[in-house]
């Protein structure tokens, strides 16, 4: 598997990189870990974790997203072409002055430009 891979240049250059009008069915998601609502304390690692079906896997991301200033705390971006299947993993260690609420996003794409995100919600106490 490659994790953020890429040949720079424009995006046609890739030969993965094709539009498959065939391919109606999306990507399923499923977010195994963190739990929607879940606590954590400061300083702890918040791990990601699930996987990712399709017919026609193209790419990609994980963000952890700081609710009250946007900020994007942590992404990662994959590059997962024609497997049926892909777990994802991300670890992201985060530490909060005062309670903060976060949006972990999990979004993937397939060759026929189906795309599918799904969200938690996560709580960091100091």
Known sequence: MCVACGKGGAV??????????????????????????Q??????TIDVTGNVSDNSLFQGSIEVRNDSTGLVLK???YEVHYIPSYNFSMSCPVSVPAATTFTVTVRFEDHGHNQTTKTV?????P
Do not use: L, R
């Open 39 to 44: 606590a954590f304390a400061s300083g702890a």
């Open 75 to 77: 992404d990662q971006y």
């Open 121 to 125: 919600n996560i709580k960091v106490s």
């Open 12 to 37: 046609n250059e890739d030969p993965h990189n094709y539009y498959d009008p065939g391919d109606t069915s999306f990507p399923v998601v499923v977010i195994n870990t963190p739990g929607d609502n």
